[in-house]
């Protein structure tokens, strides 16, 4: 038997457990969302002491769904947001081109999330879908209304569904926010990239750090898929506030070295974000991993999404222990 102590309570533990078993013994809750180590959601930090990472490492920090007590230690865990299980109902919902809809869900009850995160969101006869809370294209908010991009690519079945009647009657279940790669309140240089059908939670990202972090630096780094008509309104947003969106080749054979030459600086002082499908972000990450930047993935994964599985084994993560 041996101890850990998170945040500051202490817990008994056995050798070989997953940190995860170890936090909910203690009454301590992480939103572990997807089962198979690729949600991101159980992110936490090593004080001190040591832990198997299982291949899960990125700096100090490791998966608690993959890493297992190897003997006393101290790990913090991220202030994250109430997860929460709400009925909403569509307040609007707006097609920006033949394969976006921007749709607005309203609750009752106050809700709080993270640039970052994302929610279950599950309509009547159609398979739940994870979703990123972002910002209008606009940059509008509205009280107590959660907004998503619904993007023909990414959730085909929802977006011919509501492409198709338009006026949506009923109740929507919304689950969440999850994910522990959300926009901390930190100083350092924040780097921001996002891949193909996935500016919803860059989008979230960018527009909070420059309404509540001005005197941040900011980096901004498309994919040149992105560079499209409908997303116009918030290139125009960004760009009147001194953010000026660099679009490149991220998916091409040369997509690391692409990426490395727009950030020739890039140290472990950095902070960055990483937004894409499982194979575009293993195809980038060693880019941060190697400057031991500060880093988070954003998954852009389906709970169908077989294949995301594979995303934490599909780089090394880091140095083994």
């Not at 509205?142 to 009657?169: P, Q």
């Not at 600086?265 to 400057?291: K, P, Q, R």
């Not at 994964?301 to 934490?312: E, L, S």
Request: charged share 20%; net charge negative; glycine share 8%.
């Amino acid at each position: 038997m041996t101890s850990l102590n998170i945040n500051g309570k202490s817990i008994d533990a056995r050798l070989g457990e997953t940190l995860l078993e170890v936090a909910e013994r203690g009454g301590i809750a992480l939103q572990c969302d997807c089962g198979n180590s690729t949600c991101e959601s159980t992110r936490v930090t090593v004080i001190s002491g040591k832990v198997e990472a299982n291949g899960s490492r990125l700096k100090s920090t490791v998966l608690a769904c993959k890493a297992t007590v190897a003997g006393e230690a101290e790990l913090r865990l991220p202030a994250s947001s109430e997860l929460q299980s709400l009925k909403g109902h569509v307040s609007a919902l707006r097609r920006v081109s033949e394969g976006l809809l921007e749709l607005r869900l309203s609750v009752t009850t106050s809700i709080s999330w993270r640039p970052g995160q994302y929610y279950h969101v599950e309509f009547r006869g159609q398979e739940p879908v994870n979703l990123f809370a972002s910002f209008a294209l606009d940059a509008g908010t509205e009280f107590n209304t959660l907004i998503f991009f619904i993007e023909r690519e990414n959730t085909s079945d929802l977006f011919a569904m509501l492409a198709r009647k338009g006026d949506v009657k009923g109740r929507v279940g919304i689950t969440g926010p999850y994910g522990s790669s959300f926009l901390g309140h930190d100083d350092e240089p924040l780097i921001m990239v996002a891949g193909p059908n996935s500016l919803a939670p860059i989008w979230a990202m960018a527009l909070s750090s420059v309404i509540g972090q001005p005197h941040r630096i900011k980096v901004l780094i498309l994919d040149q898929s992105l560079k499209q008509d409908q997303f116009q309104q918030i290139f125009n947003w960004l760009d009147r506030r001194g953010i000026q969106p660099t679009f490149v080749d991220l998916q091409s054979a040369d997509a690391a070295e692409n990426l490395q030459a727009l950030l020739p600086d890039l140290t472990e002082f950095d902070m960055a974000y990483i937004a894409g499908h499982c194979d575009f972000i293993s195809n980038l990450e060693h880019v941060f991993i190697d400057a031991q930047a500060t880093y988070g993935r954003i998954l852009n994964f389906q709970p169908w999404d077989h294949a995301a599985k594979h995303v934490a084994e599909a780089v090394v993560t880091g140095p083994a222990e």
